[in-house]
């Protein structure tokens, strides 16, 4: 397997415009995770999903972010309209069972920058 | 929100000792791992240890975990130059519906060669 997926590896991007980041996770996997990485807030979880559904969206900032799972090799995380301070590295992850105690395999992530 | 505090923020070390970065939490757990970045790259997994585990090897790798105290510490032995990365820990809040990982803020680790 190829590993988790994450397109594009770099965006930049003006402020007040959409961005869509995306993710294939490793198949056969029941979990998914996007997680934002700044140097002032360290790797902050934002959503996740167990078989496709969306279990826990706390971490999502602002109602200009959200991420689907249409299936379940595939995810999107949407920012509109994007700001500068959603500059970041996001992170997906995914794990391959339910219940706990499975490790996390993660993507090479994806460089946001809003100017 | 982070769940995982790790101590110290930064250590630097020469090639040959011991690393040992500790790790706080806050909540009860079903088990805490462990995780390493190089720079510009993904996590990677290290080491699981559950919460009725006190102590785990991998390699080089010394991970305990003191649930009374709602601590962990992570040692790495004879270090090398390759080792230098940031470390993270990541406390599994298990829900019903799958594991929920809460990383701390990390570790930066540099060993010089």
């Known amino acids: 397997d190829a590993g988790v997926i994450q397109s594009p590896r770099h965006e930049v991007t003006e402020m007040g415009q959409e961005v869509t980041l995306r993710c294939k996770p490793i198949?056969?996997?029941?979990?998914l995770f996007w997680y934002r990485q700044t140097m002032m807030r360290g790797l902050e979880l934002l959503i996740y999903?167990?078989?496709?559904?969306?279990?826990?969206d706390s971490g999502m900032p602002e109602d200009r972010f959200s991420a689907k799972m249409p299936n379940a090799s595939f995810s999107t995380l949407k920012i509109q309209p994007s700001e500068p301070r959603d500059s970041a590295v996001y992170f997906c992850?995914?794990?391959?069972?339910?219940?706990?105690?499975?490790?996390?395999?993660f993507g090479q992530g994806t460089r946001l920058t809003v100017v | 929100s982070q769940q995982g505090e790790e101590d110290p923020q930064a250590l630097s070390i020469q090639e040959g000792e011991n690393a040992t970065m500790n790790c706080s939490y806050k909540?009860?757990?079903?088990?805490l791992q462990w995780y390493r970045q190089n720079s510009g790259r993904g996590l990677v997994h290290l080491i699981l240890?559950?919460?009725?585990?006190r102590e785990k090897h991998s390699g080089r790798l010394r991970v305990t975990l003191d649930t009374s105290k709602k601590s962990s510490s992570l040692l790495i032995t004879a270090s090398r130059a390759a080792d230098t990365a940031s470390y993270f820990c990541?406390?599994?809040?298990?829900?019903?519906?799958?594991?929920?990982?809460?990383f701390g803020a990390g570790t930066i680790l540099r060993v010089k060669s």
């Open positions: 992850a995914s794990t391959p069972g339910q219940g706990g105690g499975t490790e996390a395999f």
């Open positions: 198949s056969g996997h029941n979990s």
């Open positions: 999903f167990n078989n496709n559904v969306p279990i826990d």
């Open positions: 909540t009860s757990i079903n088990n």
């Open positions: 240890i559950r919460s009725n585990e």
């Open positions: 990541a406390t599994d809040d298990s829900m019903e519906y799958g594991n929920k990982l809460v």
